[in-house]
């Protein structure tokens, strides 16, 4: 299996035309997909019409995805709910937009749960997302559809959204590489939902991909600037070489042990490539979850309070999760009150890291369950992942290693704000000392649905 980057190269060269490379991921589509579930929407026919077509750019001729919360022009983007089935876009989304003019090839829509809300992926529009290497457990949330079809090959690459961990959990529960950004870093544009919220700053756009290096190509073609963003940068500060990071170790979560194992690997790796590694004071961020989990409940209930009222029956067990949560609502004052503190926590926290630190974590508190089987609770899980949204900080996960039932479990290395890059380039150093570039499944998947996605 070729990495995007790869394959990016290999149509450059004319090794492969864009039209066999589109067909070979629409016939591995056919095969995987009725068991895995990862789509939406396939487009089929449009994308063999892209591929015949003139094409230029970092990804020309390369098959990737969008999550089913980026607008398609004249498509609907249901967000994994039969509530906004008339939710049709009238114009591409920044990301979808800025992968078209890289030459990619768009050939689908990925599954989310309903509203983007929870760390499975399962709805009424077409049921649940399976684990590419076991369809009895779970792909993780909300990208986890993203997540299943790159990790199955189904695509090379794509887009994902995070407000609380929803690219970094699907990708270590898929064993593949997904990136946070620092807000801003990545236009949010045409996403649903909107991040014109006072808190909206949580929820960013996001690449992954199979490898680091992969997921550094893609982030080159999302990043700039977008007037339709309200918290888009338009001045960057220079990346710093990641060869000089200092490497704090977070310890202190409780997470099964695989996770725990994932991150003391990596902190070993690190300390093999020259860095200092030292403990990092949690009491900086002890506070992190809780004013995270006040201000994310706000931040996704605002927007779908009014179109829940009075039509719980058409929602899926996500969405009525996500209803029972938005019963706590913070007013005002309240609300200015967290954001104050979170200031506070945040100034203290970036002057001690300075800007050419990296922390090290562990990705989510499980590995890849059977499905509605979360062996810890949720909320104890989230904990590695929810503080970088609180803080603003971009967050990218590694694959690490598999547990002994055969999952993935990868690590999370944290920098300060506008260090992208340099957590992009130590995670290619990364994967480069750990002698592979992905891990590989150690047995067949196992088979439990057939269904089947819509091909447009």
């Not at 994902?160 to 529960?173: K, L, M, Q, V, Y």
């Amino acid at each position: 299996m070729l990495g995007l980057t790869e394959m990016a190269g290999a149509v450059a060269q004319g090794s492969i035309s864009p039209l066999e490379l589109t067909d070979i991921h629409l016939h591995t589509i056919e095969a995987r997909n009725p068991g895995i579930n990862a789509f939406i929407e396939v487009y089929a026919e449009q994308a063999r019409a892209q591929a015949r077509g003139p094409l230029s750019g970092p990804l020309a001729g390369v098959p990737v995805t969008v999550k089913d919360s980026f607008d398609i022009a004249g498509r609907v983007t249901n967000c994994g709910s039969l509530l906004r089935s008339e939710a049709v876009a009238s114009r591409h989304s920044t990301a979808v937009e800025r992968l078209l003019d890289a030459g990619a090839i768009l050939i689908g829509k990925t599954s989310t749960p309903e509203f983007l809300y929870y760390y499975e992926t399962d709805n009424r529009l077409i049921g649940r997302t399976n684990h590419p290497w076991d369809e009895t457990r779970t792909s993780g949330g909300s990208s986890g559809g993203e997540a299943a079809a790159i990790a199955s090959g189904m695509s090379a690459g794509g887009v994902g959204s995070d407000g609380g961990g929803s690219i970094r959990e699907p990708a270590h529960f898929c064993g593949i590489c997904g990136l946070k950004p620092t807000p801003g870093r990545v236009g949010a544009g045409g996403h649903w939902p909107e991040i014109a919220h006072p808190t909206g700053f949580m929820g960013v756009a996001g690449p992954m991909a199979r490898t680091a290096a992969d997921v550094r190509l893609l982030f080159q073609v999302l990043a700039g600037y977008d007037p339709r963003d309200p918290f888009s940068a338009p001045v960057l500060p220079p990346p710093q070489p990641s060869r000089h990071a200092r490497i704090f170790v977070i310890t202190g979560y409780r997470t099964e042990p695989a996770c725990a194992q994932a991150a003391e690997q990596a902190v070993t790796l690190l300390s093999g490539l020259g860095h200092c590694v030292e403990e990092f004071p949690f009491a900086l961020i002890e506070k992190a979850h809780e004013l995270w989990r006040l201000l994310f409940v706000d931040y996704l209930t605002a927007g779908i309070r009014h179109m829940v009222r009075g039509r719980e029956e058409d929602c899926s067990w996500t969405g009525l999760e996500l209803t029972r949560y938005a019963r706590e609502t913070v007013d005002a004052s309240r609300l200015a009150g967290i954001l104050l503190e979170r200031d506070r926590m945040r100034a203290r926290l970036l002057e001690f890291l300075g800007s050419d630190a990296v922390l090290v974590a562990p990705a989510f508190g499980v590995t890849a369950y059977p499905h509605r089987q979360c062996p810890m609770d949720l909320m104890e899980a989230i904990r590695p992942v929810s503080p970088w949204n609180l803080l603003g900080m971009p967050a990218l996960v590694v694959p690490m290693l598999s547990t002994p039932e055969g999952m993935p479990a990868g690590v999370q290395l944290i920098g300060a704000p506008w260090t992208d890059e340099l957590l992009l380039d130590l995670g290619v150093r990364f994967e480069t000392a750990r002698g592979s570039r992905w891990l590989t499944q150690r047995s067949s998947p196992t088979t439990t649905t057939n269904t089947t996605t819509p091909t447009v």
